[in-house]
């Protein structure tokens, strides 16, 4: 219990280190700067197009085509990702390109295996008006029956198998393993746990395949796609890592399962073994587009680990019910319910830390999480999980009071909702984050004297945004007698120099306009400066996150 006691305030500590120390970053490739930019009018043809990305993008699987308002190709064909700078995406065009609406047409495969695409519309020359249809988009792979269906067994295959053997190995009481029909049970169930892996892992290669070619699964297996795939692509390169574990974890497996002696060291192995095909999962995940692979993927991987065992214990407590009805073993399973409850402690503030580290990666802004679908998928999955927090304490209640009644309906409960929360998993590990889109920005500050700045932007994108400032004095009443006011743009990552503009006022305490000078997406800085008829200056500065999309 001492044991137990230190490991929740390690992980108290844990919690509060990532939740004062977050790092605001991406997943799934998006854009920070596009030349020409998108929209943009140019007085003379291009030499070439270049899209730089937040992220080096994966060395296969990309393109980018121009096309004229006829939709003729007129690059060179020689689109390739520069090799000086793995993130940037070129092209080289033709030469005297008359005057007119062009599209750059892209797709790239982003650090964590996700395909992005989208349409960038510029112009050539003044005297065309640009084609209605030729509007900016960007898009990343939306997750298929197929997809859910195949990485749904793969969690639930690592869930049965990793937190089984931690089941036991840690959890169950001497007095329970040691009875050969409960060992041979949970043992049959360690291997369903390896086979569901088994079965998932062979299906996942071809499933990549489709979705980085935007193939059907007949076209895969008639191509050369899979040895691409293998060759080319960091899953590719993971997938080879999981069949060498699958296929160790076969013999320590059934070693673990027919030898008599020695069975703590196979099932330490079985355990280290399937805790590797966790990281291995993690390194496939939105945590390898990170600026910091190193914790982010740690993260990721103490997340999954945390939720594997809890899901893999109920699935144990839940196989080992009948012994309830056992009057010799009725006591043992009480005494294993109550060692659960115990680490279930434990994983709760595993989980929540790591989720909130995660949630502070790829959720920008509170207005993100309602209006992209990441967002609301993240929302979903942590309603279920305070949903399964709420049977997680009634079963603990049941526990340490050792009542039987209702305790199987609230064990079925906790673990139903378990696998739900790994299917809103698998949709969310493949959706792009809330980074790429996080909506329009509001923000309030109090200045001199207790006035207030509110600055409004939208739709916070690169390009054309619409800027509004509103300005209040201590009563709420609009300011007046203000000379001028600028805002004054910086980013935060790159030296891009400073672009300063008026606004306009539109009425009392209220300024506005319109300017393309968010052109890179990431953090920027805005400097607010006031200066009064009195000559008196009001500076303020706001942090945006401004989109891709």
């Given at each position: 219990?001492?044991?137990?006691?230190?490991?929740?305030?390690?992980?108290?500590?844990?919690?509060?280190?990532?939740?004062?120390?977050?790092?605001?970053?991406?997943?799934?490739?998006?854009?920070?700067?596009?030349?020409?930019?998108?929209?943009?009018?140019?007085?003379?043809?291009?030499?070439?197009?270049?899209?730089?990305?937040?992220?080096?993008?994966?060395?296969?699987?990309?393109?980018?085509?121009?096309?004229?308002?006829?939709?003729?190709?007129?690059?060179?064909?020689?689109?390739?990702?520069?090799?000086?700078?793995?993130?940037?995406?070129?092209?080289?065009?033709?030469?005297?390109?008359?005057?007119?609406?062009?599209?750059?047409?892209?797709?790239?495969?982003?650090?964590?295996?996700?395909?992005?695409?989208?349409?960038?519309?510029?112009?050539?020359?003044?005297?065309?008006?640009?084609?209605?249809?030729?509007?900016?988009?960007?898009?990343?792979?939306?997750?298929?029956?197929?997809?859910?269906?195949?990485?749904?067994?793969?969690?639930?295959?690592?869930?049965?198998?990793?937190?089984?053997?931690?089941?036991?190995?840690?959890?169950?009481?001497?007095?329970?393993?040691?009875?050969?029909?409960?060992?041979?049970?949970?043992?049959?169930?360690?291997?369903?746990?390896?086979?569901?892996?088994?079965?998932?892992?062979?299906?996942?290669?071809?499933?990549?395949?489709?979705?980085?070619?935007?193939?059907?699964?007949?076209?895969?297996?008639?191509?050369?796609?899979?040895?691409?795939?293998?060759?080319?692509?960091?899953?590719?390169?993971?997938?080879?890592?999981?069949?060498?574990?699958?296929?160790?974890?076969?013999?320590?497996?059934?070693?673990?399962?027919?030898?008599?002696?020695?069975?703590?060291?196979?099932?330490?192995?079985?355990?280290?073994?399937?805790?590797?095909?966790?990281?291995?999962?993690?390194?496939?995940?939105?945590?390898?587009?990170?600026?910091?692979?190193?914790?982010?993927?740690?993260?990721?991987?103490?997340?999954?680990?945390?939720?594997?065992?809890?899901?893999?214990?109920?699935?144990?407590?839940?196989?080992?019910?009948p012994l309830l009805k056992n009057s010799e073993m009725k006591q043992s399973y009480v005494n294993t319910f109550q060692r659960f409850s115990n680490w279930g402690i434990s994983l709760v503030l595993l989980l929540t830390a790591t989720g909130i580290f995660n949630g502070f990666q790829y959720i920008p802004t509170i207005s993100?999480?309602?209006?992209?679908?990441?967002?609301?998928?993240?929302?979903?999955?942590?309603?279920?999980?305070?949903?399964?927090?709420?049977?997680?304490?009634?079963?603990?209640?049941?526990?340490?009071?050792?009542?039987?009644?209702?305790?199987?309906?609230?064990?079925?409960?906790?673990?139903?909702?378990?696998?739900?929360?790994?299917?809103?998993?698998?949709?969310?590990?493949?959706?792009?984050?809330?980074?790429?889109?996080?909506?329009?920005?509001?923000?309030?500050?109090?200045?001199?004297?207790?006035?207030?700045?509110?600055?409004?932007?939208?739709?916070?994108?690169?390009?054309?945004?619409?800027?509004?400032?509103?300005?209040?004095?201590?009563?709420?009443?609009?300011?007046?007698?203000?000379?001028?006011?600028?805002?004054?743009?910086?980013?935060?990552?790159?030296?891009?120099?400073?672009?300063?503009?008026?606004?306009?006022?539109?009425?009392?305490?209220?300024?506005?306009?319109?300017?393309?000078?968010?052109?890179?997406?990431?953090?920027?800085?805005?400097?607010?400066?006031?200066?009064?008829?009195?000559?008196?200056?009001?500076?303020?500065?706001?942090?945006?996150?401004?989109?891709?999309?």
């Amino acid at each position: 219990m001492k044991k137990i006691k230190k490991t929740s305030s390690f992980l108290i500590i844990l919690y509060l280190f990532l939740t004062v120390f977050p790092n605001v970053s991406s997943a799934h490739a998006y854009i920070i700067e596009s030349t020409p930019a998108e929209n943009e009018t140019l007085k003379t043809a291009p030499n070439e197009v270049k899209i730089q990305f937040d992220e080096s993008i994966q060395p296969k699987f990309n393109s980018i085509i121009v096309t004229d308002s006829n939709g003729k190709q007129v690059d060179k064909k020689n689109g390739a990702i520069d090799s000086k700078k793995p993130s940037i995406l070129k092209a080289s065009l033709k030469k005297n390109l008359p005057g007119g609406t062009y599209r750059i047409r892209w797709k790239v495969i982003s650090n964590d295996g996700h395909p992005v695409q989208g349409v960038i519309p510029f112009q050539i020359g003044t005297g065309t008006v640009q084609n209605p249809s030729s509007v900016t988009e960007t898009k990343g792979y939306t997750p298929h029956l197929d997809l859910v269906i195949i990485r749904w067994l793969q969690y639930l295959g690592i869930a049965c198998y990793v937190g089984l053997s931690f089941f036991y190995l840690v959890v169950a009481p001497k007095e329970v393993v040691e009875v050969r029909s409960i060992e041979k049970t949970l043992f049959k169930f360690i291997w369903s746990g390896y086979a569901l892996l088994l079965l998932s892992n062979l299906f996942s290669l071809p499933l990549q395949a489709t979705i980085l070619l935007g193939s059907s699964w007949s076209e895969v297996f008639s191509s050369d796609a899979l040895g691409q795939v293998l060759a080319y692509t960091l899953f590719g390169k993971m997938w080879i890592i999981q069949m060498g574990i699958l296929l160790t974890l076969a013999f320590t497996t059934y070693f673990l399962t027919k030898a008599d002696a020695r069975k703590q060291l196979f099932s330490w192995a079985c355990f280290i073994l399937g805790f590797g095909m966790v990281v291995t999962k993690a390194f496939t995940s939105h945590a390898a587009s990170q600026a910091n692979q190193f914790l982010s993927i740690s993260m990721d991987a103490l997340h999954l680990l945390a939720a594997s065992v809890w899901i893999g214990c109920l699935i144990g407590l839940v196989v080992l019910l009948p012994l309830l009805k056992n009057s010799e073993m009725k006591q043992s399973y009480v005494n294993t319910f109550q060692r659960f409850s115990n680490w279930g402690i434990s994983l709760v503030l595993l989980l929540t830390a790591t989720g909130i580290f995660n949630g502070f990666q790829y959720i920008p802004t509170i207005s993100s999480i309602f209006h992209t679908d990441y967002g609301r998928v993240l929302l979903a999955k942590v309603i279920l999980f305070i949903i399964m927090l709420i049977f997680a304490a009634v079963n603990n209640f049941k526990g340490k009071k050792a009542k039987e009644k209702g305790v199987v309906s609230s064990l079925w409960g906790e673990l139903i909702v378990g696998m739900v929360i790994i299917v809103m998993t698998v949709i969310l590990t493949n959706l792009p984050t809330a980074m790429s889109a996080p909506g329009p920005f509001n923000e309030k500050k109090t200045v001199n004297h207790g006035n207030s700045i509110s600055f409004q932007v939208g739709p916070n994108v690169i390009g054309e945004n619409n800027y509004e400032i509103t300005l209040k004095n201590r009563k709420g009443e609009p300011l007046k007698d203000i000379a001028q006011i600028t805002l004054t743009f910086t980013h935060n990552d790159m030296n891009m120099g400073e672009d300063t503009i008026t606004l306009a006022k539109t009425a009392d305490g209220q300024y506005t306009a319109k300017g393309m000078n968010f052109n890179m997406a990431g953090k920027w800085n805005v400097h607010v400066h006031v200066l009064t008829k009195n000559l008196e200056n009001i500076d303020t500065d706001f942090q945006c996150i401004v989109g891709s999309r």
